[in-house]
């Protein structure tokens, strides 16, 4: 259970990216965020996490406060935190298995990171989660030879390995053709469903969040707009996240692509 | 951006009248000071000694063939000196610049207000000083040899490296940086993992370029007397010893000649 109170966040130049957002995420929810650039949708994210620290309110993921914490007890709940980047955000010179690896970082040593000894059941479940994303014989490559969406699988891994309670994704799609996005997407979701992980995915896509997510909630000008099921959000509620356009095929496109699915 | 409107048509050229008479002006001025330095110059030349200049020229060029080969034994050492001034200068130079990068980069720095100054302040001082000059003030301090002017050469490293360092620091990649950090990764683990691999290529890179430069620069050093194979230069020039000159030349293009491939091969390895 992740738990927004308040929460918000005013940059030093003045921006107000977040006002007062009261958000509750349970165990198990995949939750879309949409809104138009700019929204606060990253800032959100990072909040949670405090890549971003909050300027007031408070983030708590079950029964600890995450904004009270302390740098020690900060790098201590981060790891049941997992992070997916729109850009994967791998490190481009380190082979696949260990950019995977790096996400035990926080609970192994320094020096056992450093020297990449890391415990056998670490590799283990990289193994384990790698031959899940379709990527086992790439362990070895260097991460900056795959593909996006191979990259972004690498990414998932990375997260999950970390055995999170909660997933932060960060535009999972925005980087990727139309068919690997919905993998991912997919993917992303399954993956939720096996570990009941909750999870909050930025998204621009508002077609691919309707397909994949329970529930959506819209962002504008740092304040949620919109918190409902993929079938409230009609052409008026997308004009309020987004303002006036003509959303009708934007929806009609959606319901096409939901029926060719289907039929596959 | 010059439009003007010529019978009803728009017509384009590159400057308007305005700054191409500024740019007309401009090589005028730079036109005058050149001849006048000319002037200058050549008033101050002794024409006698520029007319000899071929003719001695010349005549050395002819005292210096062929090169006095058997004087390749004595060489063999000071040879094996400047190469480990170049080499051991290099590393030395790398063990101090790399703390001090860390410390100078704005994104790494632990305090940018009183760390960071700190670091740009060594960085600019030990670059702001030829390595002949550190080498002319270190054989005063720590004697002849080449102790000193391994000592020179790093210490005229230690700004070159860490300024080139710091930059490829600054310059690399945040996001994944932050991914690292998003893991609950300590801040050494995030240097270690985020940040040393995006670096590591620009590290290597400066590491046998500066190796090549120092490799020339120590080549001179003996000249006063902080050793390698510029101290039997001097002694050759001194007693007009040309053909030992010439041989002394001839040894250091080629290990320059060296130095550079295997710069060329170390880099072409790492990227």
């Known amino acids: 259970m992740l738990r927004l109170k308040k929460l918000t966040k005013i940059y030093k130049t003045g921006d107000r990216a977040l006002n007062d957002v009261d958000l509750e995420v349970p165990t198990g929810q995949v939750l879309a965020l949409i809104g138009p650039s700019g929204a606060g949708k990253s800032t959100l994210i990072r909040c949670i996490n405090r890549l971003v620290e ?19 007890g900060l790098r201590k709940e981060r790891r049941r935190m997992g992070m997916i980047f729109q850009e994967y955000a791998l490190v481009e010179r380190l082979t696949v298995m260990e950019n995977v690896l790096s996400g035990r970082l926080g609970y192994v040593g320094f020096w056992r990171s450093f020297l990449r000894k890391y415990p056998q059941k670490d590799v283990d479940e990289a193994f384990r989660l790698l031959d899940r994303v379709g990527l086992v014989e790439m362990a070895d490559k260097r991460a900056d030879e795959l593909s996006g969406g191979q990259r972004q699988r690498v990414g998932i891994c990375r997260a999950l390995i970390q055995n999170p309670s909660v997933l932060l994704v960060d535009e999972p799609t925005a980087s ?8 991912i997407m997919r993917l992303i979701v399954e993956l939720c469903k096996e570990r009941e992980l909750a999870a909050i995915v930025n998204i621009h896509d508002v077609a691919l969040a309707q397909m994949f997510v329970s529930r959506i909630v819209g962002l504008k000008l740092g304040t949620m707009v919109f918190d409902g099921t993929p ?18 095929e934007t929806i009609q496109k959606v319901e096409d692509e939901d029926e060719m699915d289907a039929a596959q | 951006m010059a439009i003007s409107n010529v019978d009803g048509q728009k017509v384009w050229q590159r400057r308007d009248r305005n700054t191409q008479f500024k740019i007309w002006f401009a090589w005028f001025i730079g036109t005058a000071v050149f001849m006048w330095c000319w002037q200058q110059i050549s008033a101050a030349t002794t024409w006698q000694f520029f007319w000899d200049a071929p003719r001695i020229a010349a005549d050395i060029g002819g005292r210096a063939v062929p090169p006095r080969w058997s004087y390749m034994d004595k060489l063999w050492e000071p040879l094996w000196d400047t190469l480990n001034i170049a080499t051991l200068g290099t590393v030395l130079a790398l063990m101090m610049a790399v703390p001090v990068a860390f410390m100078a980069a704005r994104n790494t720095t632990p305090s940018a207000l009183f760390v960071r100054p700190i670091a740009l302040l060594i960085i600019v001082s030990t670059r702001s000083i030829n390595s002949l000059i550190w080498a002319l003030l270190l054989v005063k301090i720590l004697g002849p040899g080449v102790f000193a002017g391994l000592v020179a050469i790093s210490i005229r490293s230690i700004g070159f490296c860490a300024k080139l ?3 490829a620091i600054e310059e690399i990649d945040e996001t994944q940086v932050e991914a690292i950090t998003a893991t609950g990764a300590s801040r050494w683990q995030v240097m270690a993992y985020g940040i040393v691999p995006q670096v590591l290529p620009a590290f290597a890179g400066i590491a046998v370029f500066r190796w090549d430069i120092n490799l020339r620069e120590s080549t001179v050093l003996g000249l006063v007397g902080a050793g390698g194979i510029g101290l039997q230069l001097q002694g050759s020039l001194n007693t007009l010893a040309w053909p030992q000159v010439s041989l002394i030349l001839l040894v250091i293009l080629f290990a320059v000649v060296v130095s550079e491939w295997v710069s060329a091969k170390v880099r072409g390895a790492i990227i």
């Open chain 1, 231 to 248: 079938a409230e959000l009609t052409e008026g509620v997308l004009t309020r996240i987004y303002g006036d356009e003509d959303w009708s």
């Open chain 1, 54 to 72: 909050p300027t007031s309110g408070t983030v708590e993921l079950g029964d600890v406060e995450l904004t009270g914490l302390g740098l020690g």
């Open chain 1, 176 to 183: 990727l053709d139309p068919k690997t996005s919905r993998q």
């Open chain 2, 165 to 167: 360092l710091y930059e």
